[in-house]
Each structure stands twice: as C-alpha cells, then as structure tokens.
C-alpha cells in the first residue's frame, strides 16, 4: 500500500486520461457511451467550465498513483453559496472510481474530506459529480438487470465502500419495470380519471419541442424550482441547461414528453421520456420508454391537482398507442410523489439507489 501515492491537482489533461482509463477498467460500457463521456469529460475538467466561476466554488481532484497506474480517482468540491437546507455549508465527491480495496478507498476518501473541512464544509455528498445536473446516485441493487439510459451504474461493491469510510445512506431511489400490455394499461386506465378531470377544468398538454426556445427555457425554471432545496442544487445558467438537456435528444422520444400547462397558461409541469436504445435489447428488437422525469412546479404541488398524474396518463397513452407493452419508471424517490403514481408496483421494483452523506 505504501507505494500508492495520492497526489492532488485542479486541471491535468493527461491525468483526465487516466481517470478515464480507469473507469473503463472498472466499469466498461459499450463504445458510444465511452465516447460521449470522454468528450463531456473534456468539457467539464477544463479551466474554462462555467461552474469554476462561481463565487465560493472550488474543487479538487485526488488520484492514487502506483507504479501499475492510477487505481482511484475523486473530485472534492466546495459547492459554496449558501448552506444547505441543515445550515451547513455542503460539499460533493464525485467520479468515483476505485479498486475493490477497502483500506484504499478509506485513504483516498478521507484525503478527500480533509480537503473540503479545510474549506469549511461540514456535510458531504457522495457520489455527486459536481451537483445535482452532472451526475448522482449510487447503485446498491439490479445490478444484473440490462442497464438503461441515463442509469447510474457502477461496480457493485461502491456502496460497501463509502460505509466503510463513515458514510451512511441519505436518500434512496427505485426503478420498476412494467412489462406486458395489460399491466401497463391496467396503469393507464387508472389515471384517466385523473387527466380528464383536469382536461374538463382547461389544463392542456403539449409535447416537448426541443427546437422551440421557449420549451426549453419552460423546462429550465420549472425545473430549477422543483429540485430547490434538494442536496447538491446549484443554479445553472440557461445555456449550460439547454446543452446538457440537448445531449440527450438522441433517445428523447417526442411522441411521449409532455409539458402541461394551467387554465391561465402557466407551465405546470412536464413529463420526459426517453426511448432507451440500449434496455432490452437482448429479448426484444424494440427500444423501451424510460419515464426519466416528470416534474410538477411548486404551485401545483401545492394545490394536489394531480399534474403529475396527468402528465403520466398523457405520455403513457402515446406509449401504448404506440404498440409497447413494456415501459420503465426511472429512479423514483422512496416516499416521493411519483410512488403514488406507480401505486403498489413500486413494490416489485428491481433496481435501487441511494446518495450518501457524512457530517465533518
């Protein structure tokens, strides 16, 4: 062990590279995804990004080195701005990646917290890749399920290894998958109550328009105020917003992404569904729908119309329309809303995840 240094620094191209090796070692993926993340990697860890300019914000990364290469990798970052909702300042560490070697990743992560105590952070969230935008999550079950996009994935003993460093579990998530036309129209037919209700008092639904400004600029505000509040929240400008959300339109399927809007024409919510090239591709020639998202903005939260609901009704009716009989509800918070929309399925989820957190 003692030939493994942990060396620090803020922007290296070539130690990019390795981190980025060493992900393909511990988790390979098929050679698209890789491509992508190399370039949004390229991107992020270059000087220039627009999150090193914000007031307060800074970060670190930290490598263990050996003489066989690099075998762990972390970025500590002070989110700065103001405390979270506990009144402590907050900090991430995320891309993590690390060998299945406990009393290593005990080194590496404990390097990394006195790093962020010395910026006066006192709580710290792992795995979070930046902020909430970039990247979250842990999985801790499914891990034999055929991955979907957007999923987060890594090797199955992650979550051992932050409990081993004095982390413990913050907030979970599940994955459910409907398979079968009629399961997934016993969930639909539940829900048109629902949507017509809301349909008869003026509430109208539009599908997604990537080219229209406005629908982006409608998704950026509803969805900053949705995850106000949350752990690793940070602002994000318009534009980064539209870049990231554009990434994804390869697999944005438009027929199923909804936004609605109240009988005063004031966004109320929206839905995203993505028609996953990669999930089931082993047992059926066709792409899923994964519902990634779906968002209520904090009005309507608080009347409990059932906009989400609605939201649901609308794109899964597409859906079926459509002719699939198999879609997926994607990392849905325990005791969240969205629970309530799946009803008693949530119960035979297959997948799960959590975020972590340690006080300092």
């Known amino acids: 062990m003692s030939d493994r240094e942990i060396i620090s620094y803020r922007f290296n191209p070539a130690r990019n590279a390795q981190y980025l090796a060493l992900r393909r070692r511990l988790q390979p993926s098929c050679e698209v995804i890789e491509q992508r993340y190399a370039l949004e990697i390229e991107r992020l860890f270059q000087p220039g990004y627009e999150l090193y300019k914000r007031r307060g914000v800074d970060h670190m990364h930290f490598a263990v080195q050996g003489e066989d290469g690099v075998s762990g990798h ?11 909702p506990s009144g402590l300042q907050a900090g ?14 005990r080194r590496l992560l404990l390097r990394a917290l006195e790093w962020l105590r010395s910026k006066g952070t006192r709580r710290a969230w792992i795995p979070m890749d930046f902020d909430i935008w970039h990247g979250y999550r842990v999985m801790t079950m499914g891990f034999d399920e055929v991955p979907f996009y957007g999923e987060p994935r890594n090797p199955q003993y992650y979550p051992a290894l932050f409990e081993a460093a004095g982390f413990h579990v913050l907030q979970r998530w599940r994955s459910v998958e409907i398979v079968g ?3 997934v129209r016993a969930i ?19 599908q997604v328009r990537v080219d229209a400004e406005d629908h982006v600029g409608w998704l950026h505000e509803l969805e900053t ?17 539209s870049r990231l959300f554009r ?7 438009l027929r199923f992404s909804h936004i ?10 929206f839905s995203i569904v993505f028609l996953d090239p990669f999930h089931v591709a082993e047992i059926s020639p066709s792409a899923c729908p994964v519902f990634f998202l779906v968002a209520a903005s904090p009005t309507e939260i608080a009347l409990r119309h059932g906009i989400g609901t609605a939201l649901c009704y609308q794109s899964m009716r597409a859906c079926l329309d459509a002719d699939h009989d198999r879609v997926m509800f994607a990392i849905i918070g325990t005791d969240n809303a969205s629970e309530r929309i799946v009803g008693s399925r949530i119960g035979d989820a297959q997948r799960a995840y959590a975020l972590y957190e340690k006080l300092l």
């Open 260 to 269: 609605g809007f109240d009988p005063d024409g004031r966004i109320a919510g």
């Open 181 to 183: 036309a009629q399961d």
């Open 74 to 84: 972390i970025v500590a970052m002070s989110l700065g701005g103001p405390p979270s």
């Open 225 to 241: 105020r949705a995850f106000e509040g949350s752990p690793g929240h940070m602002p994000i400008s318009l534009a980064e917003y």
């Open 188 to 206: 639909v037919e539940r829900w048109q109550p629902r949507h017509h209700d809301l349909v008869s008092t003026g509430y109208r639904f539009e």
């Open 92 to 105: 991430s560490l995320g891309f993590f990646e690390c060998e299945d070697d406990p009393a290593l990743a």
């Open 247 to 253: 990434l994804h339109t390869g697999v944005l399927d």
